[in-house]
């Protein structure tokens, strides 16, 4: 057996959620292998609307063990209120829910960190979801992050207030006013208190050498999806980088994010939305600041499912989707929302680049900061209208 793949390619915001939700019946392990609570997919079904940021999607069908692995990162308290929410409508995750031991952790400071950082770019600010993923996963490479297995070592406490006195000192260098920012909606002393009582049900939750897990599984022949968070576009290594996420979101992700060799990826599912949404700052080359780009947003309900904040709009854009299909190796594309393009009377597909005298079929564009402007080497796109 090997480990089928879901994920988007464009910047996030696909539908994902949706697709997995279809497609769980048929597997016995959902798995989530990067991203943390910066991901936001949403399912309704039987009038009650979900949004999952850690949770894989496969949490509302019983007969299916859904994974959190090595590499997503958890906020206790955002997945707190995940579990509380499912369980308001009887959904007890509990019974089907396995987190990694070697998953890192968000910790209160990490997400100050992330509001200290974005204010200090000012105008250049990446866009972040201010979610604590960045320092978080800064703190992984660098070696100096907690992880869920901590947790229950006996040394957490020590562990953590060590790291967290070395963020203090960067949050003073930065003269960030920590103690009275607020986190969802509360000063940080008091939100510390309520991660600390969200870390005592994370603890509580079981915990998995997910590595070990996954591959017995495939042994003994399960059927495994492995659930993409983001977009391939926002990939650290392939995306619009400075501004992209701080995972491998494509697929080559899910061998380190869950702990399985190259040879055990099977079929690729590709999602993608018949027009393009990012959210946040970075390059977009069909973006339509007009009131095309308003209808698509009213019609299409573009706004974050995480931030709640207007998603920026364009028209789909082929060099970017062949872009990420290559990158992926996708093996089916599942185009979503076709229905959002009825209103209008026309539509286009960027199908090139205009690159000073030269056309380029490629996604040849790259950023540069320079005084906070955005600077790409291509000119315009080339579309075909219908």
Not at 1 to 25: A, C, H, N, R, S
Not at 339 to 361: H, M, N, Q, R, W
């Amino acid at each position: 057996m090997k480990v089928d793949v879901l994920l988007g390619l464009q910047w996030g915001d696909e539908g994902k959620g949706k697709i997995v939700d279809v497609l769980t019946p048929k597997y016995d392990i959902i798995a989530r292998f990067q991203g943390g609570p910066n991901a936001g997919h949403t399912i309704e079904f039987e009038g009650n609307k979900f949004i999952l940021h850690t949770i894989p999607s496969g949490i509302f069908n019983k007969n299916t063990t859904n994974v959190i692995g090595n590499g997503v990162i958890i906020d206790p308290f955002i997945l707190q209120k995940e579990l509380n929410n499912l369980k308001v409508k009887n959904i007890d995750p509990s019974a089907n829910l396995l987190v990694s031991k070697k998953a890192h952790l968000i910790l209160p400071t990490h997400r100050l960190l992330d509001a200290a950082y974005e204010q200090a770019m000012g105008k250049g600010k990446i866009g972040s979801t201010l979610k604590g993923i960045g320092p978080t996963y800064t703190d992984k490479i660098a070696r100096k992050g907690l992880r869920v297995g901590d947790l229950t070592s006996g040394k957490f406490a020590e562990k953590y207030e060590s790291l967290k006195s070395k963020h203090l000192e960067i949050l003073r260098f930065h003269e960030f006013d920590y103690e009275n920012h607020k986190l969802d909606g509360v000063l940080f002393g008091e939100y510390e208190g309520k991660w600390f009582e969200a870390a005592e049900t994370l603890k509580k939750l079981e915990h998995i050498d997910s590595e070990y897990f996954i591959n017995r599984a495939l042994e003994s022949g399960k059927k495994i999806l492995a659930e993409g968070a983001q977009g391939s576009l926002l990939d650290i290594e392939f995306g619009s980088y400075p501004f992209v996420t701080s995972s491998n979101t494509i697929t080559a992700g899910v061998c380190s994010g869950l702990g399985i060799s190259p040879k055990k990826v099977g079929k690729v599912y590709g999602i993608f939305k018949a027009y393009c949404t990012r959210v946040g700052s970075g390059p977009f080359p069909t973006e339509l600041e007009n009131e095309e780009g308003q209808k698509l947003r009213d019609v299409g309900r573009e706004f974050g499912s995480t931030t709640g904040r207007p998603r920026r709009c364009g028209w789909l854009d082929l060099p970017a989707l062949n872009y990420a299909i290559m990158l992926n190796g996708v093996d089916e594309l599942l185009m979503m929302k076709a229905d959002v393009l009825s209103p209008f009377d026309s539509i286009k597909v960027c199908t090139a680049y205009k690159c000073g005298d030269e056309i380029c079929e490629e996604s040849c564009y790259d950023v540069a900061t320079d005084d906070v402007e955005l600077d790409t080497i291509f000119d315009e796109c080339i579309y075909e209208e219908s």
